[in-house]
Structures are given as structure tokens and as C-alpha cells.
């Protein structure tokens, strides 16, 4: 059998690793130049920044899948935890288990008010939806307004680049559903998986691009054809096969995995029909990343960086001092902060203005003497609304009976190790 992958990111390159053993040929079919998708580290004056996501969720599966890669003794962990929330003018500290609600630590957060503990103990009686809800509905219900406005909304939907009134909470947060399903309290859960401390999130040494490339030559090596430059513009079924027409010719298919934003699927689909209106019901954000690099120190006392929430009115939505986050990545002498801003079409001196201005009024930091790296990120952030997962169960379905299946951040969550887990996941669904 012959397989195509479109797309070259880290969900198109983990597919054809995990299915490289079922189809006789595989071809991983990739628009760009290079591979990678939202991966990408910079090499600055010998200071490796990342312009994509900084770090993978850490559990075994993918530490383990790291090791496969020859990675393993690469493997770094954050030098801070804790996590910082700019709210009213004001730093609010958080132990990094609050990302996963757990009740005992919001008790114990002095950013958190007497009513609102008291309000938190009545958490194991309150009643189960099945129903998908928004992220603000569903820990307003469970937890109370405040821990919304204080976790949700700046930590939680942040991960999205998301607003948490319109963000399902089955879709972007399933983990969250399933404890309030199966296990009907918060407290329960905490109680019955207390666990050892241990860092949520890791990154490699040499950057994270070095699983780009430790993947391409793996899937090389299992005799997956990586074509790059190669747009593929439609796919229509032709006699029984799978016809992908690119920008270089067509190629006949007996199976297509699509690895690529969903809104491009939407062109590239459109011999099948109606069906391909879902595609468009997935929104999507854009975000522009920031570095400044500079050989003053700053006296800063925020850890890894802030988060902004939406009640501040700034154009900044996030901070990482990627110098105290990674000191393996960057040089010692050196002061590096990673912003991240709304995409408004800012030309890049008035990113540079707004970013010294805004540091000025929030912390009176001074920042000069800096140099500047801007990235955009267009469309880069799908929305997941209410009713996501209903939506990409209909595409699946209908798709699956034309042997063209789907992977990547549209669908099953944007974090490095959701694509991979997806990617690994499809091999039982082809088979």
C-alpha cells in the first residue's frame, strides 16, 4: 500500500515513524523548505531561541519516545516553576499544579480569597454536566468566578491564545471533563493520585528542532520519501485511488493522512463535497513572539516569566525570561526576555515601542540597550469552540470511508505531545 502524509511538522514526521512499517511506501509531502511546522529555533550569537513552542509536556510516553529519538541525554527541565499572573497591577504567584485545578493548592494560594475557599469546600457536591461547556462555565460552576478570572482565563485559556468564554472545555481541556465524569470532585481526584513533584514540562538542550531533524533522518532511514517544496493543491478520488495533485504533478495514493491546518484542507477537499464546511468552523488567532536581548541585568524577581490577564488592557499577554527559563540554551552574560503580543498588524518599531512601554508602566523596568527579534505567527492558534469534538468526529467518520484521515492541532490539541500522540494513535485507526 502507498501512503501520502501531507504536511512535514512534528504530527506529518511522527506519523510516518509510527506507520512506517504497514505501507510499502510512504511519501511526506511538505509545502516549505525545511520541516518543522511551528518548530523553530533560532540560532542568535550562539543563544538558541526557540520562535515556536518552548517545551513538551512531560509523561512517559513522550520522554519515552524522546529516548527512540536518540534525544534522551538532551533532555532539560525549567530552572523555575512557579507560575506568575499580572492582575490588577499586581503578581500573583501560583504553584505550577494549579494548571490542573487541584484543589488543595488553590486552598493554599494567599491569592485567593477567604469566600472564595469557602465556596471551593462545597466543590465535591456540585452536580455533573455531560454536556460541552465553555472554560469559563465550567470552573465558574466548579471552583467559582474567581479562580476563572485569576487561573482559567490568564493560565488555562492562554494556552490557546484563546478567550475562555468561547474555548470548549471538551475539546481543549478533555482531561479536566473526564476527572469532573469519572470521579464527580476535584478533591477526590487529588486525594486518590497524589503524586510526586516532578516538572510538567521539558525542552532539549540543543533545541527543539533537533527532533525535527532526529526524525527526518529517522524516517529516512525506514524508507519514507520526504519531498519538500512540494504544494499539494488538491485531492479528488480517482478509480478507486487517492489522486493528490501538487504544484510538481500528481501522485496516485492508496491512503491520505493530512497533517496540515485545517483551513487548508478546506481547498484541497473540495471534490468531496459539503462536508467540507467544517473545516471552517474552526477559527483562528494569530500572535506575535518577541525576544530582547541584552547585556544588562535586570532585577525582574519573576521567576520564568508572567502571564497578562485580559483585564489589564495591554497589548502584552505573556512574558518568559527565557534566561532564568533555559539558562542551557543561552549565554550566561546575557539578559533574554521572550514576549508575546496580540497580532493588531503593529509595524515592527511600534512592537519594539510597545514593549518598552508597557514594561515602564506595569513594572517601571527601563528597558535600552536591547536588540529585537520579531516573529508572527498567522493563524496559528486554532479556537476550539463549543462542540469541536462533535464536528471533528463527523469529518473523521465521513473521511475514514475514503481513506483520508487527519492529525495535527486543528483537531485533538496544539501541544507538541498531543501531535505526536495523535500521530501514534492513527496507526490503530488504519489498521
Not at 518543522?36 to 512531560?58: A, H, Q, R, V, W
Request: aromatic residues 12%; positive net charge.
Amino acid at each position: 500500500m502507498k501512503l501520502a502524509i501531507v504536511g512535514g511538522g512534528i504530527s506529518g514526521l511522527s506519523a510516518g515513524y509510527f506507520l512506517s512499517d504497514i505501507f510499502d511506501e510512504i511519501f511526506i509531502l511538505e509545502s516549505e523548505n525545511e520541516l518543522g511546522g511551528k518548530i523553530k529555533t533560532l540560532t542568535f550569537k550562539n543563544n538558541l531561541l526557540e520562535l515556536g513552542p518552548d517545551s513538551i509536556s512531560n509523561n512517559f510516553q513522550l520522554e519515552e519516545f524522546i529516548f527512540q529519538l536518540n534525544l534522551g541525554d538532551s533532555i532539560i527541565f525549567p530552572n523555575h516553576s512557579k507560575i506568575n499572573v499580572l492582575y490588577h497591577n499586581k503578581i500573583l504567584t501560583f504553584e505550577p499544579e494549579i494548571v490542573s485545578l487541584n484543589p488543595t493548592f488553590i486552598l493554599k494560594s494567599k491569592n485567593i480569597s477567604i469566600k472564595s475557599k469557602i465556596n471551593l469546600l462545597f466543590e465535591p457536591f456540585k452536580k455533573c454536566i455531560q454536556n460541552d461547556e465553555s472554560l469559563e462555565e465550567f470552573i465558574t460552576r466548579r471552583f467559582g468566578k474567581e479562580i476563572y478570572l485569576k487561573i482559567g482565563q490568564p493560565i488555562l485559556a492562554n494556552i490557546y491564545n484563546a478567550d475562555g468564554k468561547e474555548l470548549s472545555i471538551s475539546s481543549a481541556f478533555e482531561n479536566l471533563k473526564r476527572i469532573e465524569k469519572t470521579y464527580k470532585s476535584f478533591f477526590k481526584y487529588a486525594l486518590l493520585f497524589r503524586k510526586k513533584r516532578k516538572p510538567l514540562f521539558f525542552s532539549i538542550k540543543n533545541g527543539l528542532n533537533r527532533i525535527i531533524m532526529k526524525l527526518e533522518e529517522k524516517v529516512v532511514k525506514k524508507n519514507v520519501k520526504v519531498l519538500k517544496g512540494v504544494k499539494v493543491l488538491k485531492v479528488s478520488k480517482i478509480n478507486g485511488k487517492l489522486r493528490v495533485i501538487t504544484n510538481l504533478g500528481y501522485y496516485d495514493f492508496d491512503k491520505v493522512v493530512l497533517a496540515i491546518p485545517s483551513f487548508f484542507c478546506y481547498d484541497i477537499l473540495m471534490d468531496f463535497g459539503d462536508i467540507c464546511e467544517l473545516f471552517l468552523k474552526t477559527k483562528w488567532t494569530s500572535t506575535i513572539t518577541s525576544y530582547i536581548i541584552t547585556n544588562e541585568h535586570l532585577e525582574l524577581n519573576l521567576g520564568n516569566g508572567f502571564l497578562v490577564s485580559p483585564l489589564e488592557n495591554l497589548n502584552i499577554t505573556g512574558c518568559t525570561i527565557y534566561s532564568n527559563k533555559w539558562p542551557q540554551k543561552v549565554s550566561d552574560r546575557l539578559t533574554i526576555l521572550r514576549f508575546f503580543l496580540k497580532d493588531k498588524s503593529f509595524k515592527e518599531n511600534e512592537i519594539k515601542d510597545i514593549i518598552v512601554n508597557e514594561m515602564d508602566k506595569v513594572f517601571n523596568i527601563k528597558l535600552k540597550n536591547f536588540e529585537i527579534i520579531n516573529y508572527r505567527w498567522k493563524n496559528s492558534f486554532p479556537q476550539y469552540s463549543i462542540n469541536h469534538k462533535e464536528n471533528v468526529k463527523i469529518i473523521r467518520e465521513f473521511f475514514k470511508n475514503e481513506h483520508i484521515y487527519f492529525i495535527g492541532s486543528s483537531y485533538d490539541g496544539i501541544s507538541i505531545s498531543s501531535c505526536i500522540n495523535q500521530a501514534f494513535k492513527l496507526r490503530d485507526e488504519i489498521l
